[in-house]
């Protein structure tokens, strides 16, 4: 008997964790037309042409399973697929995605209440970032008004995302898995669409389900970034550091770049150690247009390393890795 409750609880986990494993979660498949339904909020929408849909990774989708999700699915001359907060609707070998033969709804109780189809604009976008703030001042860079392009969150309550023509990515695990052109289909679609509403924190979590988890660096990296391009005195960099330290703060770091003669200067100061009474401190010089640069020992410390300065058309990167 003992033996008996023993397989029947290891039969009753195993089906329970099986139950939680990912899965392709394709919810219709025709010839040429394939729904995904990778969350209750989510849907993939695919038109393969040529009858070849595509299952690698993509730049946008680097996710091909996910967790199991409640759908109803109605089969007919229209296809029907509901989850809780959306209902898409398909004429059934009707070809291409058009605005005549598919359309998007909300469901009850999300807001705000939208009626999608393909070529609709949203209104509200939320808008996406910048490189650089250098020049902003409000809406204005260096006094010219400059649109920010459109972003993944939009008050409209929903978001379209179009992976037809995005690379791939080959599969090759063994040697690398690595970028290759998407083969070019004429008229084929690949499509993302997001229903959230107002609840945006729900849409980036959906979003993580196919783009991937976005990793964030470690708390205690976090500190301030100090950049004016300044010619400083020792005097005025220990002043600044001295300010800092009040912050209490396991990392500062500070650089400038500036111009002295014909070479340029990239000085840095961090702490090591996460204490902020030692700060090391080194200077990269290079002439222009490119050198190997040196580490010099300063305030009794010594990078080890040596770093490349490339300088081109005024643009300057630097690449340094510490012991």
């Given amino acids: 008997?003992?033996?008996?409750?023993?397989?029947?609880?290891?039969?009753?986990?195993?089906?329970?964790?099986?139950?939680?494993?990912?899965?392709?979660?394709?919810?219709?498949?025709?010839?040429?037309?394939?729904?995904?339904?990778?969350?209750?909020?989510?849907?993939?929408?695919?038109?393969?042409?040529?009858?070849?849909?595509?299952n690698q990774h993509s730049f946008l989708a680097v996710e091909r399973n996910y967790p199991a999700?409640?759908?109803?699915?109605?089969?007919?001359a229209w296809i029907e697929l509901s989850t809780s907060k959306m209902k898409l609707r398909y004429k059934k070998n009707s070809g291409a995605f058009t605005a005549e033969n598919l359309q998007i709804s909300s469901m009850k109780g999300l807001t705000p209440a939208f009626v999608w189809k393909p070529g609709m604009k949203q209104q509200y976008n939320l808008k996406g970032t910048t490189r650089t703030l250098d020049g902003w001042d409000g809406d204005k860079c260096w006094g010219h008004k400059a649109d920010l392009e459109d972003g993944l969150l939009a008050k409209d309550g929903w978001t379209c995302l179009d992976d037809s023509n995005n690379f791939l990515f080959d599969g090759d695990a063994d040697n690398w898995n690595w970028v290759k052109t998407r083969e070019h289909v004429e008229g084929a679609q690949d499509w993302y669409f997001m229903a959230y509403g107002h609840d945006y924190k729900a849409a980036l979590k959906d979003y993580t389900l196919f783009a991937g988890k976005m990793p964030l660096p470690p708390r205690y990296a976090f500190g301030y970034w100090w950049s004016r391009y300044w010619l400083y005195s020792d005097k005025e960099f220990r002043n600044l550091i001295d300010f800092c330290s009040l912050l209490n703060k396991d990392y500062f770091i500070l650089s400038s770049l500036y111009k002295d003669a014909e070479k340029y200067i990239l000085l840095v100061e961090f702490p090591i150690e996460m204490d902020n009474s030692k700060i090391i401190t080194f200077m990269i010089t290079a002439e222009e247009y490119g050198a190997e640069c040196s580490n010099q020992r300063l305030e009794g410390y010594y990078l080890s390393e040596h770093a490349k300065l490339l300088i081109k058309d005024k643009a300057v990167e630097t690449l340094y890795r510490m012991n």
């Fill in 1 to 54: 008997m003992k033996n008996f409750y023993l397989f029947f609880l290891i039969t009753f986990f195993s089906i329970s964790l099986g139950a939680q494993e990912k899965s392709n979660n394709v919810a219709y498949e025709d010839t040429n037309v394939r729904f995904t339904v990778i969350s209750d909020g989510t849907i993939r929408m695919e038109y393969a042409p040529d009858g070849k849909f595509i």
């Fill in 69 to 76: 999700v409640k759908f109803k699915l109605k089969k007919g």
